[in-house]
């Protein structure tokens, strides 16, 4: 087995998706913590693994590799000879599909916002601001009906097992689940609710996002 290093803060959604997928593959590995509000993300140390102070970067054999979307397909070949991707050509330009519109409309509205503000400034002694919130949740409805308007897979996104697609999408919906505002963003998407009670039962789920 490869030597495995995972750089990143356990809270990180992106994090999550990168250890979902070696728990899935029963992959060892070691997490190091890198606090994204100490500033340990911000270290000279760390931006030379990652210029942008982002989480995770995956040193994996003395290579290191950054961007969760890259990492979690390199993973899925070196790993998981490719079962948690499609196939089919068109069925992969979904998986990419709904990534990308995790990464570029679903994520800041519903983490960067929602959940921000709903569970993280309370716990730093802050006040939520209620019109952060509900600025964003037209985006967070129309990236959440657009992921299932692509959904093809049942009781999975693109099929009956879990793939990338699942994996990026899954820690999202774990923040949002604890937030006032999940059955009102939820309220048009009948067929992601049905994924979702799917997709938490995940052991894998249960492992990383407990």
Known sequence: MPNIILYGTPISTYVRTVRLLLAETNT???LKDIGIFNGDNKSDEYLKKQPFGKVPVLEIDGEEIYETSVITQY???????????PSDLLAQARMRQIISIIDSYLYPSA????VIQR?????????P?????QASIPMVRQAL??????????PFLLGQSASLADFHLIP??????????????????PKLRVWWEQA????????VCA
């Open 119 to 127: 569970l993280i400034v309370p716990q730093q002694g802050g006040q």
């Open 172 to 189: 999202i919906f774990v923040y949002l689940a604890q937030t006032p505002e999940f059955e009102a963003v939820m309220a048009n998407t």
């Open 145 to 154: 009906k657009a992921i299932e308007v692509l959904q093809t897979g049942n």
């Open 200 to 207: 938490k039962a995940l052991n894998s789920v249960q492992q």
């Open 75 to 85: 993973l899925d070949q070196k790993l998981g000879d490719g079962q948690y991707s």
């Open 111 to 114: 983490i960067g916002s929602i």
């Open 28 to 30: 060892d590995y070691e």
């Open 129 to 133: 601001d209620d019109n952060v919130v």
